[in-house]
């Protein structure tokens, strides 16, 4: 596809939406590519997911320094703040890890004000939510995966295996278990980024059609749509925060079972 | 769905490879530092804080019960002396009073000795004023005076009955 066809698509989108007169609740999906870029053949071009990838990096880190700019012994307001999500982030990896997961802390924190990050800038209006697409939830589910994986290999060798065979069940049921503990196993990436791609196109998707709705049903019937719509972001905050959360507290449990199998 | 486009996948993919892994570092090596400092030196503050404390409360005991000791120690001292005190006081007075009761005792004998030997004189005299007044009595009554040895027998007998 040329970046004309990708125009022409938007177009349709904005206007057509499939002929019923409302916008396309999809179209708020749409890649732009702000500066086109082609590095030895590979599609680089800095789009507007990637703009608010570094729109999310970027607020983290100026929240991180300004929070801790004073450093006092007694916290102001923004340094309670970072202090807060540093301890939430601690105590989640150290009880769903151990004090030995604590190596991979900075991960975790990272992987979590990130995700949050893109998720809350997701509900800022006319913004685009990063975490929308799935090929970014499974970039870094598959990471994850991958990660864990030889973690688990790098710590137990050959006997991480072991892994796949649940312990204390007849030897005739092991081929059948085996074979379950291993799609289960190889299915964790898929459900981890498709479970936070899901909610928050979902959610954007369900926002947009009754934004439609607000206009279309105009002055008399636009209210009650218009309640909804406030209600609902209020619950799309919470699932934008609970995403995020989730998204770190099975990637701490996953790393359990690499480091401690079970 | 533009989600599914395969086309916009490296840019998302090359971006968030470029973004997080910046983010990391950033983290690792800047923010989490700093955050992870503050809060270990507040927890060994207020752990030493908290020892201190504790030091000085131990401090204080021991010298409520180095205080009590010693108030204890003085007490049982000034009772040792008020006993002593008590007892040679005693013992003073008890000394007086004897020295005092005999000093008494040997008036009081010497007292009546004398009034023993006055009794006596005052007795002897008696008996002579009697005699006379008896034999002063008789020459008015029988005109003749009689023997002075018998007014004094006489004079005797009558007193002893």
């Known amino acids: 596809m040329t970046v004309t066809d990708a125009h022409g698509l938007e177009e349709a989108g904005q206007h057509g939406g499939g002929g019923t007169g409302l916008p396309d609740p999809m179209h708020q999906f749409e890649i732009k590519r702000l500066v086109e870029l082609d590095v030895f053949g590979v599609d680089a071009s800095f789009t507007n997911s990637g703009l608010f990838m570094v729109i999310a990096a970027v607020l983290i ?18 340094q309670s703040v970072a202090e807060v999500s ?32 893109l998720n809350m800038l997701g509900m800022v209006p006319y913004s685009f939510t990063v975490t929308s697409h799935i090929i970014v939830t499974f970039g870094l589910a598959a990471f994850i995966f991958i990660g864990v994986t030889l973690i688990g290999f790098w710590k137990h060798g050959i006997k991480f295996l072991k892994f796949f065979v649940p312990s204390g069940v007849p030897f005739i049921m092991l081929p059948l278990l ?47 749509a218009l309640a909804f719509m406030v209600a609902f972001t209020g619950l799309e905050l919470l699932v934008a925060f609970l995403q995020a959360y989730v998204f770190a507290i099975l990637t701490c449990i996953y790393l359990n079972d690499a480091l401690h199998m079970h | ?49 908290l020892a201190s404390a504790d030091k000085l409360r131990r401090e204080t005991e021991e010298a409520i019960a180095a ?49 023993e030997k006055a009794k006596a004189s005052a007795m002897k005299e008696v008996s002579a004023v009697a005699v006379d007044v008896a034999s002063d009595i008789v020459r008015a009554l029988i005109g003749t005076a009689p023997a002075k040895g018998d007014i004094e027998n006489a004079v005797n007998a009558a007193r002893k009955a």
């Not at chain 1, 320094?65 to 007694?74: E, G, S």
């Open chain 2, 67 to 115: 205080y009590e000791q010693a108030l204890a120690e003085a007490k049982q001292k000034a009772h040792a002396i008020i006993d002593e005190g008590r007892a040679k006081l005693k013992k003073e007075i008890a000394a007086e009073r004897a020295k005092l009761e005999k000093e008494l005792a040997a008036r009081s004998a010497e007292a009546e000795a004398r009034i």
């Open chain 1, 178 to 224: 085996v074979v379950i503990e291993v799609i289960s196993y190889l299915t964790r990436p898929i459900s981890l980024s498709v479970r936070l791609f899901a909610n928050m196109m979902a959610g954007h998707t369900m926002l947009k059609v009754f934004g439609s709705f607000v206009v279309a049903l105009g002055l008399l019937g636009g209210w009650a």
């Open chain 2, 1 to 49: 769905m533009p989600q599914l486009n395969p086309l916009d996948w490296a840019p998302q993919l090359i971006w968030l490879l470029l973004t997080f892994g910046i983010l990391y570092l950033l983290m690792v090596f800047v923010a989490l530092p700093r955050i992870g400092a503050v809060i270990d030196k507040r927890a060994a503050h207020i752990a030493s804080d």
């Open chain 1, 86 to 117: 540093y301890e939430f982030v601690a105590n989640m990896v150290r009880d769903n890890v151990g004090t030995d997961g604590m190596k991979y802390f900075p991960f975790i924190f990272t992987l979590f004000m990130f995700v949050l990050a």
């Open chain 1, 61 to 78: 880190t100026l929240f991180t320094l300004i929070a801790m700019r004073r450093r006092a012994l007694v916290p102001g307001r923004l």
